[in-house]
């Protein structure tokens, strides 16, 4: 199940544990508000930490994977539409360093915390986040199936 980063348009935060979401670095003048969205991406439970978990389908594989390595993920979604922002958080732990290489080579926002499959340096439109969640969902199912491009070449935005 996807938690929906949208633009607030008035500049307020509702409904949000501000310290449990300070790793999105939230400013106020681009505030965003956390809802759940009617039209979510498909699910299926995985197995994480002694119990069962609601994954979107294109990222449990990766989701899987990382939580049996170091990197315990907190919030995540596949993004890949006009709606949700790909994007997963950690509660603990850190992504593997080729993942943190392979995402910054290809432009997405990424700290050893979080990573968020927009561009900095273009306007992020609702194309634009469709075109990054696909990328996105890519660069993970290749690491899981170890053929990551650390480059990121493979990952980034096309015009």
Request: glycine residues 4%; aromatic residues 10%.
């Amino acid at each position: 199940m996807c938690i929906l980063l949208q633009k607030n348009n008035k500049n307020q935060i509702n409904n949000v544990n501000k310290k449990k979401f300070n790793a999105f670095k939230i400013n106020t003048k681009n505030i965003f508000k956390l809802r759940k969205e009617v039209n979510e991406h498909q699910t299926t439970n995985v197995y994480i930490n002694g119990k069962n978990v609601s994954i979107d389908i294109a990222i449990a594989l990766a989701i899987k994977k990382l939580n049996q390595s170091n990197a315990k993920t907190e919030h995540c979604c596949q993004g890949g539409d006009k709606l949700h922002q790909a994007y997963i958080s950690l509660k603990s732990g850190i992504f593997p360093n080729e993942l943190i290489s392979a995402w910054k080579n290809a432009g997405f926002y990424v700290s050893i915390h979080i990573v968020r499959a927009t561009y900095s340096f273009i306007k992020n439109t609702n194309i634009v986040e469709e075109q990054a969640g696909i990328l996105f969902q890519n660069s993970l199912n290749d690491w899981v199936s170890n053929k990551l491009d650390v480059s990121g070449e493979k990952y980034k935005f096309q015009n």
